[in-house]
């Protein structure tokens, strides 16, 4: 038995990496029929990219099989070490880096690239698992939950904000990269398990949902709405100067929002207004313009029928209709070659795997493992959610990859970084990480 403990898998959740295997190998495959070539039919051939990304499955392999070597307590210690380091290189990149589609967000060493701003998410979950389990509330020692209030606390509520929104900012405006960006949004989703507010939440929607009503209506229709609601709010609730200063806020808050939203629509680059425009079907689309990408994407997805046209045989994937169909776009090829049936398949796997996260997060002991937990299954919901979206027209073309499916080395790396440190604090399970 002992020597069974001391076993490099001892403990390792086999289903989850079963499941990371099969999404791996069927994205390879997939890569493979969108860029085929019939003067390099060899699948291993390592100048192309099918090839490639074959060379970057094998480099993951081996880094998890590192990640698993490692002692789980390595991840608790570093954890802030990790945050700040990646912080200083995603500031550093623009500057030292290389510009790839108009984006300065990628560190070159000959063919080989790094993107440092797919390595945020896992440094920043491991930071924000290190912060909410650290023991600044005099509460029973072994009480499950008790971090739970800690979200409660202001001022905690604002260093957690800022922990996700320093990252976000740095890569948004320093490197352009609006769809990497927007996944640290996803962390909501942990701060709201740790206990934050649900009223936190309910503001979040409810501004989301003034974001694009401030898109489809006049700012001043949407204001004289909104200042009706507030009067007519007064007569089913009591008049008081507190409530009065609640409505007041609220009114004003609602305000800012509509009115920063066409601030913030009019200092948009040409190119994202226009994906905004698209989605919301605001004026006539060019379909061979700016409507193009996920017009392709429909048509290749809506061709495949429910068994799809076969392997290798895609129309739509062989002659380039869909651009970035090896990345961003990945599914497209899934749903045109597959079918109904595979992308069916393909959606309810990455389901699996992270309905799986979430069971493993919630038998952890500790906080920090059951907080990192959450952070990785809130990640890949939040990417599969927008990738398989954007495809289908649901949402804005932002540039998000499918989670071990999609071609690239940085995503597929801190794919498996993200999820292989949390199979090994799930092997050590039955000891409470400090």
């Not at 380091?85 to 070159?108: D, T």
């Not at 936190?200 to 200042?227: K, M």
């Not at 990945?330 to 069916?344: K, L």
């Not at 299954?377 to 804005?396: Q, R």
């Amino acid at each position: 038995m002992r020597k069974q403990e001391h076993s490099l898998f001892y403990g390792i959740d086999r289903v989850t990496v079963i499941t990371y295997t099969l999404l791996v190998l069927m994205g390879w495959l997939n890569i493979y029929a969108a860029v085929y070539n019939e003067d390099h039919q060899n699948i291993f051939d390592t100048t192309q990219k099918y090839g490639k990304q074959l060379i970057w499955i094998s480099s993951a392999a081996f880094i998890a099989i590192l990640i698993l070597i490692i002692d789980a307590g390595f991840y608790t210690i570093f954890a802030y070490f990790f945050y700040g380091f990646m912080l200083l290189a995603c500031i550093a990149v623009p500057y030292l880096g290389r510009e790839v589609k108009g984006s300065r967000s990628w560190f070159r060493f000959g063919d080989f690239g790094i993107q440092p701003a797919e390595f945020m998410k896992f440094a920043t979950n491991l930071a924000i698992a290190k912060f909410l389990s650290n023991e600044n509330i005099e509460v029973e020692s072994n009480r499950r939950n008790r971090f739970s209030d800690l979200l409660k606390n202001y001022k905690n509520t604002i260093i957690a904000a800022l922990m996700l929104g320093i990252p976000l900012l740095i890569i948004k405006l320093l490197q352009d990269e609006t769809g990497l960006a927007i996944v640290f949004i996803a962390f909501i989703i942990v701060l709201y398990r740790e206990g934050l507010s649900v009223n936190f939440l309910i503001f979040g929607l409810f501004s989301a949902l003034l974001f694009v009503l401030s898109l489809v209506l006049a700012s001043q229709t949407l204001i004289i709405t909104l200042a009706v609601i507030a009067l007519f709010s007064f007569l089913f609730i009591k008049r008081s100067l507190k409530h009065l200063i609640i409505v007041s806020v609220i009114f004003a808050s609602a305000s800012g929002v509509v009115l920063g939203t066409n601030y913030v629509y009019n200092h948009l680059e040409d190119h994202q207004r226009v994906r905004i425009d698209v989605l919301l079907g605001r004026g006539t689309v060019d379909l061979k313009k700016e409507g193009y990408n996920v017009n392709q994407a429909k048509i290749a997805i809506g061709s495949g029928g429910f068994f799809g046209k076969g392997y290798l045989q895609g129309t739509q994937t062989k002659y380039d209709f869909v651009p970035e169909q090896d990345t961003d776009f990945i599914f497209c090829t899934v749903g045109e070659e597959w079918g109904f049936i595979g992308t069916s398949t393909v959606i309810l796997l990455e389901l699996f795997l992270i309905i799986r996260v979430v069971f493993m997060a919630e038998r952890q002991r500790s906080d920090f493992s059951r907080i990192y937990g959450y952070g990785v299954a809130s990640v890949l919901f939040f990417h599969l959610a927008v990738n398989v979206g954007m495809t289908i027209g649901l949402m804005p073309v932002i540039g998000i990859p499918l989670p071990f499916f999609s071609y690239g080395g940085s995503s597929l790396w801190s794919f498996t970084i993200l999820l292989f440190i949390f199979i090994k604090l799930d092997a050590n399970r039955l000891v409470i990480l400090r």
